[in-house]
Nanobody, 117 residues
Framework: VQLVESGGGLAQPGGSLRLSCAASGFTFSSYDMSWHRQAPGKERELVAYISIGGGSTKLADSVKGRFTISRDNAKNIVYLEMNSLKPEDTAVYYC???????????WGQGTQVSVSS
């Protein structure tokens, strides 16, 4: 199993970034997926979740209305579209595979997102 994030970088407040997580080594369309983030000195937090077919999504309150999670099961990619970025969105962003038992069993290496003017 491999999860590889990309798309991070530096953005200005109010700007946008789109993160991608390319999955391999398992049947991507059979698993729920998620995005998490960890800011310096803080615990890792769940940002967004998407079900197997993409029909169900959940977003953390802090990103609702600004972030969108989606997936392309034909390409084995899960996306995180981030708009209206704020400095407090600065963090390392990770994608993870979610098990229906409530556990995240595989993680990517993370991609840095920095929001600053």
């Amino acid at each position: 199993v491999q999860l590889v994030e990309s798309g991070g970088g530096l953005a200005q407040p109010g700007g946008s970034l789109r993160l991608s997580c390319a999955a391999s080594g398992f049947t991507f369309s059979s698993y729920d997926m998620s995005w998490h983030r960890q800011a310096p000195g803080k615990e890792r937090e769940l940002v967004a979740y998407i079900s197997i077919g993409g029909g169900s999504t959940k977003l953390a309150d802090s990103v609702k209305g600004r972030f969108t999670i989606s997936r392309d099961n034909a390409k084995n990619i899960v996306y995180l579209e981030m708009n209206s970025l704020k400095p407090e969105d600065t963090a390392v962003y990770y994608c993870a595979r979610y098990l229906r038992t409530g556990r995240y069993d595989y993680w990517g290496q993370g991609t840095q997102v920095s929001v600053s003017s």
